[in-house]
Structures are given as structure tokens and as C-alpha cells.
């Protein structure tokens, strides 16, 4: 068989999750659903939900941290942004693909729409989507042009609708692949619009799977065909990832985001929480080329939060100054403070010599101190990921955090009790 041919085979199996691979997809259900809880009045989302409403009325399915409702489409495709928006969302590292957003949007969507779930069916088909995004990442190993937690995403998030809806896989996949957007330029301008490819991909997602219920076909070989995804968004190897189908689950890989902001800054900003308060004079970053580009953008008064979050000067200010990374000081007024410029141009980026365009670490952060000390702080794991995961606590306080920034009246089940938000609709 093609390695599509054993990732549709794959996708549409019995499966059983193994424990503790269960117990990781509901805690990232679980930090996924309360970003997106936190992301619901973020800029931007207001313009989001007035597009989606003029998408179509209907109440298939639930906004996460609201009680509006909206047809699976629109629904999926606000929850992708708000899931996105602040820059809080896993992502597998290695593939560089926040892979339980586009599918935790989508599969939410079409699992409200049919009135429930089975929880085990969900996680299932949730560890599928996750699977199948995070391998395109994993097979590709060019740099990113195309924006791949959108472009794999839709990819994985159709295969998991689609097992949800009982859908004809070959079809739902050729179709996502169609709708296929997003590009890093986006990312390279600091825009909302980043957080808006997400959205696209999982109101996508669940648009491929109905037209492959409905009848309607698609291409057959999207993924290693002559105009296929691994000859036109990536170049990479499909059987590198098909290969370990089944046996490696790919859901146990993925890292959480302790801060709101883009994931290339954590490294940095785990170290640096534990300096905050503390007088610097220079702070270097060594670090990956990906590192740099994504993160190492320069500081400026008139920036705005999209291009905030992925700079990375300004938020070791701030985390220097406040010990944590709070969305709320996303503003004109923090961003002209004359204390956090001062801070920001003290922080630089060099380069590590690591030659794979994809790599996010090791990094090594140098720290020169008012006093004249130096400090050399290696960071071979990201915090957050699986070699240097939070902890309870850390995780806590997130959810908490989270829970501050939701709107009120939302459902408490969010925060307490995620699984059961997810697949019970009532």
C-alpha cells in the first residue's frame, strides 16, 4: 500500500487508546478548551463572531467560553480563533504544528452538531486528527512557507470530523487537502490574521467532511500525488511518519504553552522567570535559525499584541518586570512604556550554528547582570514539553489563569470537567 493508503487505513480503524495515552489527550482537551475559553474577547475575535454570524443562524454547536451557539461551520471556525488568538495553544514541537486546535475546534463542532458523543469514540477520533496533523509536520523537512498548523491541520481535523460523521475518509481527506490555506507571511508581519488561518482550517475541516458525506468526490492522491501536498506546501518523506502508525501515538508528544506567546519565546522566558525583578544589563539568546525568525523580530512602541506575542525583546521585559506573561498588558500604553523599551534593547538573538530549518532548541541563555555577573542557563527542553513538563502546580496555574480571563458565565465544565464539555452538549 501508499503511505495514504495506510494513513486512511489508520484514520478509519478500531482503535484503543493505551492509558496513558488517554490520560494525555484529556489533559490537552482540557488546556486546549481553556485557552480557548481565555481567547473569547482577545482582539479580533468580536470581528470573528460578527463574519460567523453572517456565515448562517443555526444552533449546532457551542462557542467555547460563551453560550452562543452557531451552525458546526461557523462554530469551528470561531473556536479555532479563539483557540489560537493568544498564543497559548499546544503544539508539537517537532513538527511545528499546533495540532490540537484545528482538530479540537473542528471535532467540537461536529461532535455538538450530532447531539453528543461517546467519551472513548471522541478521544479516538481526537488522537486521530492530532496524529495525522503532527505526522505531515513530521514528514516534512523543508522550512515553513506555508503556515502547516493550518495546512496539516485541516488535514487532520477532516480525518477526525469525518470518523465522527461517518463520512468516506478518502474523500473528506482529498477535500481538506482542496482547502488547504495559510501562510507564514502572517507570521513574518506579526498579524491577526495568523490566528484567522486557523479559524479557516477548522470551518474547512468540517465543510470537507459534509460534501464527502454528501457525495461529493475528490482528489485520490492529495498527499503524494504529482500536485500533491508533499510537492506543493512541504517537501518531505510521507512513510517516514506512516511507518510508525499505531505505535508511536503522536498525541504524547505534544507540549503545553505556559504563556500566552508564541512557543519560540518559552525557552527564554522559562529561564528568565526566575531572574524576574532581578537588574540585567544584557541578555543573548543562542539559539536555532527558526528560533530567530520566529520570535526574534524587533521591539517597537507601535507594534501591535499579534506581533507582540512573537517578540520575543518585548516579552522578556515583561516577564522580567512582572514574572509572568499577563495578555491584558497587550496594549499602546505598555507598549510606548519607556522601562519595557529600555529592557526590550537589552535582549538580542544569536545564532547557534544548528542547521535544521525546524529545530526549536537546544537554546542557551546568557544573562550579563548590573553588577558585572554572567549567567549561562542551557535550555535542552522547551518547558512545557514532554522532556520538561509542568508542573501540577504549573498547570494549575495556567487553568487558573485561563479561567480569569474567560468571560463570565460560561460553562464551568470548561475548566472542571472538560471531557464531559466536550462530548455533552446539553
Known sequence: ????????????????????????????????????????????????????????SGSDARLIGTTERLPAPGAAFVNGYRIHCLEWDAVHEPAVVHAMSVVTAALGAAIDRKGGCDPEEALV????????????????????????PATAGVIGAAMA?????????EHALGLAYSSAAGTMQAHVEG??????????????????????????????????????????????????????????????????????????????LGALQALAGQAVERIELACPPLIH????????????????????PFLAALMLTDGRIDPRRFTPENFADPALAAL???????????????????????????????RAIAVPHTLGSPDAPLSSAQTQAKRD???????????????SDPLTYFTDPT
Open 401 to 415: 489563569f485561563a479561567c480569569e480571563l474567560a468571560p463570565a458565565g460560561h460553562d464551568p465544565r470548561l475548566f
Open 125 to 148: 477520533a481526537l488522537a486521530i486528527g492530532v496524529d495525522v496533523a503532527s505526522g505531515l509536520g513530521i514528514a516534512a523537512d523543508s522550512a515553513l512557507s506555508f503556515f502547516r
Open 1 to 56: 500500500m501508499s503511505a495514504t493508503a495506510d494513513l486512511l487505513a489508520f484514520a478509519g480503524a478500531a482503535h484503543s487508546l493505551p492509558s496513558a495515552v488517554r490520560a494525555d489527550a484529556v489533559r490537552l482537551l482540557g488546556d486546549t478548551l481553556a485557552v480557548g475559553a481565555a481567547g473569547a474577547t482577545a482582539p479580533g475575535a468580536e470581528a470573528i463572531l460578527s463574519a460567523a454570524r453572517a456565515m448562517g
Open 191 to 268: 498579524s491577526i490574521t495568523l490566528p484567522f488561518q486557523v479559524a479557516n482550517a477548522a470551518r474547512a475541516a468540517v465543510t470537507a467532511s459534509d460534501l464527502a458525506k454528501a457525495g461529493f468526490t475528490a482528489p485520490l492522491d492529495p498527499l503524494e500525488g504529482p500536485f500533491g501536498y508533499f510537492k506543493l506546501i512541504d517537501q518531505g518523506d510521507l512513510s517516514r511518519y506512516t511507518r510508525d502508525l499505531g505505535q508511536v501515538w503522536r498525541i504524547a508528544e505534544i507540549s503545553t504553552k505556559p504563556f500566552p506567546s508564541g512557543r519560540a519565546s518559552h525557552a527564554a
Open 293 to 312: 525568525r520566529l520570535v526574534g523580530r524587533p521591539y517597537s512602541p507601535d507594534m501591535t499584541p499579534a506581533y507582540a506575542r512573537l517578540c520575543l
Open 344 to 374: 526590550a534593547g537589552k535582549v538580542a538573538l544569536v545564532a547557534d550554528g544548528n542547521q535544521d530549518p525546524n529545530a526549536l532548541f537546544p537554546q542557551e541563555l546568557r544573562v550579563t547582570f548590573a553588577d558585572g555577573a554572567t
Open 161 to 169: 470530523v469525518a470518523r465522527i460523521d461517518g463520512a468516506p475518509l
